[in-house]
């Protein structure tokens, strides 16, 4: 209980505090109170670490390291992985004539991966470049391994896939007179593409074949006259034209260096030749790049000068 003191009478009374007053205090009280406690919380969060805090830091900063060691760990799996995909293109699948693999770097929307990207967007971006770099390298690395598989089976029938490689001049001592490419035609007098060589001989000259393989029933088309094709298999033919007479019949097994037929200048030609081509996969291929085994540096390179030459075609 309050007294105040009343001037007029002179003497204390007793001071009645309404109910309004009364809330009027408390509130400012609470008010008070709430201010102090959120600037005390303001100024110990802004000052202070929580012991939570400092363990959720550390936490924080362990996962950085570990992001940062598996990144480099990526990195070089990445380096390693690109160094086998570059010898497996430029060295082994040369070697056993396999088919380069088109397309070694797969996108995200080719793949079917068990991730769902669209839920991840609570996560870092880093942490979700690596989730992405790491399913990509996986696939890649699944690429590589059917690679090796393939090429492993090729290697056991490397001796058979060599021997129906062209690999041979088709005549012996051969001298291009028309090599492949743009050249003018004998005949029509005009320059189109020639599609294979022309080596020049007597009439009567054996021409072998250059690979092991089947004599065809395929016509050679016009042209070509007497003339024979042999399927050697692995995607390559071999088409001999402008022959005085065969040696061989159609559905016949030839071997690499077998007599198969003559000389001669059948069909469109102008002197007797033999017109030479190489088909690898059903597109005609430079004849001259696989008179490998049976001739010297020194000689194939004379070959390949000859052959360069832009000049008449016999045929």
């Known amino acids: 209980m ?83 995909e570059q ?14 693999i088109e397309d070694r770097n797969p996108s995200l929307v080719k793949l ?8 991840m967007q609570s996560f870092s971006k880093e942490l979700n470049d690596l989730s992405r770099r790491l399913d990509i390298l996986t696939v890649r690395s699944q690429i590589q391994l059917q690679s090796y598989q393939e090429l492993w089976k090729l290697s056991q029938n490397k001796e058979e896939i060599f021997s129906c490689i062209p690999a041979i001049s088709p005549v012996k001592n051969p001298k291009v007179v028309s090599g492949f490419g743009m050249r003018y035609h004998p005949i029509y007098k005009i320059l189109r593409r020639h599609t294979g060589v022309d080596l020049i001989g007597r009439r009567g000259t054996p021409i072998y074949a250059t690979a092991d393989g089947v004599v065809s029933r395929e016509n050679a088309g016009s042209g070509y006259g007497v003339a024979i094709i042999i399927n050697h298999g692995y995607g390559y033919k071999t088409l001999y034209a402008h022959l005085s007479k065969k040696a061989v019949r159609p559905g016949q097994k030839v071997k690499r260096g077998e007599l198969i037929g003559y000389m001669g200048s059948s069909g469109l030609s102008v002197s007797p030749h033999l017109h030479y081509e190489v088909i690898k996969n059903g597109v005609k291929v430079n004849p001259i790049h696989y008179f490998f085994a049976d001739v010297t540096p020194e000689e194939y390179n004379k070959i390949l000068e000859d052959a360069s030459k832009v000049n008449q075609a016999l045929s």
Do not use: C, Q
């Not at 400092?54 to 990195?75: D, G, Q, Y």
């Open 2 to 84: 309050k007294y105040k003191f009343d001037h007029k009478s002179l003497s204390f009374e007793k001071e009645v505090v309404s109910l309004k007053k009364r809330l009027k205090k408390l509130i400012g009280h609470l008010l008070t109170g709430i201010s102090f406690a959120v600037l005390t919380i303001l100024i110990y969060n802004n000052m202070f670490t929580s012991p939570k805090e400092k363990r959720l830091k550390r936490e924080l900063n362990a996962t950085e390291i570990e992001m940062e060691k598996i990144n480099r760990r990526v990195n070089l799996l990445s380096n390693v992985l690109r160094g086998m």
């Open 87 to 100: 010898k497996d293109d430029d060295l082994y699948r040369v070697l056993l004539e396999a088919e380069p």
């Open 112 to 119: 079917s991966l068990s991730e769902d990207y669209s839920d």
